[in-house]
């Protein structure tokens, strides 16, 4: 009780309280831009949080992302461009609906749906993060091996229609996380000779090289795609909630528990959540054949699952120290630089701060509802935001927010390596989301595996022992042999 | 640009070999039969398998090398993505001798004209906008960016 008292202290402070209120306008800002993503919301935030207590560190990464993946629904349903990847599941059911004048219930299911999301799944984070931490004290390297591997094995996986470019991501991010002094022999690798390189590559730079760089380097190519402007005015947005939530609180739960549960996955994100539960309300509607001719069902399902995935995201990387999603891989980099280093243990040892973060989220969510309101109605001036000046800006932010981390211009070189790297991975169709999980989860792969080795001295039978590294190993091994019996079931059935 | 499965397949092969040749001299782990040279070999194997299986794909899907799309549709769009590098390696080669204020203006003034700003706006918006930067980062965070040839001016 003291803990919970002692947040409600951290956050509720003049000054956090301010951080929270400006993050959030830079995230419904961020959001409504189409080409400006959440995950790049946060990578330029974490210059700025870089010289803030932890609390509103955490407290405004957390507030900008709520904010963003709401806000990215605006421009979805004015002029059929989404906001962030995570609206696009529902952009041409959202702007269907607002060429039939129904604009205002459009917007009014994505803010109000994607609030309840955002709380469900907080609520679940709040609950569930506690009680599997109170397991995974137990854990010891042969577990934490299986769960990390398990965790790359999602990414493959479940991110992409196409396993074998996912695999190169991953190693590659892999290989790239082998470079530097930090390996279990203290020997350095791959850094020809370069100073710089024995500290490795430097997370925070590669994630704005990845996530905002490649965006405007996407942006450069695709032209001038103003897009069309947005002129009628807009109403009551509110009106109506009440009577949908009420005739579809089934598909709010369904939404809300899928997007949370996608979240917590290791590799799959908000826009992966949108685009299953979208599938799913679809597939569990009683009337299926209206989806796509602009019909509210699948936007408030899926609109409640983003937000949902956002706060399931944290669950794995708090617990574990593994992303759900590509905001929490650059949280974990935060994380670790403020002293609160992600694991089981960090229940015990900084208890205050981690219910201060679970406060926050609840208070994002709820602030949302004014904010984004607001928000909705400016949506005519944001949208006039011309991008040939904002995208140079937002270059300057990178340069100077990818400096400040270490102050060498060597970071300056990573954002720009990186960021060519990704628009060509995206350009032929690498994911991106396995590499940036191999990079980050590449020195704990390791050191688990080799503290392993060394435990069990060398027997490889060792890692499945214990009955949770076995049932973690067994699964680990199915996930990867499902695709070959997929296969090989085809096989059969073509030859039959 | 779009590159063939087989070209990446073959250029993930040569990577896999550098690494192997450049992990030979890597030490064990004293007393262990392992040592920082398993896992970048391990992440070679990888490649040459994943490798192998892309030239396979893009030898039997019979595309061609490469095939331009995105950034060479056009001459105009390909000179957009070139101007963002050039303004990054310029910023990385001029950052210390002109200093940030100098430096981030002209970027931006340059990248501006390229994508269309009108001149007196593009360079009035250039300057506020590092000027903005500057304050941010410089006085509030206290990064200490450099201030080249307008040392002397320092405030």
Known sequence: MTEALAAVALVFEPYVIAVILAAAVFGLFVGAIPGLTATMATALLVPVTFFMPPVPAIACIVTATAMAIFSGDIPGCLVRIPGTPASAAYVDEAYAMTKQGHAETALGAGLVFSVIGGIIGTAVLATSAPALAEVAVRFSSFEYFWLVLLGLTCAVFISVGDPLKGIVSLLAGLLISSIGLDNPAGHPRFTFGSIELLGSVGLIPMMIGMFAVSEILRYAVQGSGEGEHFTRQIGNVFRGMWGLTRRYWASIARGSALGTAVGALPGAGADIAAWMSYAMSKKFSKEPQKFGTGHVEGLIESGAANNGALAGAWIPALVFGIPGDSITAIVIGVLYIKGMNPGPTIFMTNPAQIYAVFLVFFLANLLMIPLGWACIKAAKRILEVPRNVLMPIILLFCVVGAFAINNTVFAVGVILVFGVAAYLMEENGYPVAPAILGMILGTMLEEHFITSMIKSEGRFLGFFERPIAATLGILTILVWLWPLAKWLLARRRAAA | ?155
Not at chain 2, 38 to 46: D, Q, Y
Not at chain 2, 98 to 114: D, E, H, R, S, Y
Request: charged content about 10%.
């Open chain 2, 1 to 155: 640009m779009k590159v063939n499965d087989a070209v990446v397949g073959a250029a993930l092969i040569v990577l896999a070999a550098a690494i192997l040749v450049h992990i030979q001299p890597y030490p064990l782990i004293p007393g262990q039969q392992y040592g920082p040279a398993l896992f970048p070999g391990l992440i070679a194997v990888g490649f040459i398998a994943t490798g192998a299986l892309l030239v396979l794909r893009g030898v039997r899907r019979g595309r061609p090398l490469f095939e331009p799309g995105g950034a060479l549709r056009s001459a105009r769009l390909a000179t957009n993505f070139v101007a963002i590098c050039a303004a990054l390696v310029f910023y990385i080669v001029a950052a210390e001798p002109l200093g940030f204020l100098v430096t981030g203006a002209l970027c931006l003034a340059a990248l501006f004209l390229k994508f269309g700003v009108r001149p007196p706006a593009a360079i009035a918006i250039a300057v506020i906008a590092t000027l903005v930067i500057h304050t941010l980062f410089y006085k509030l965070l206290r990064v200490p960016l450099p201030w080249g040839v307008l040392e002397r001016f320092a405030w």
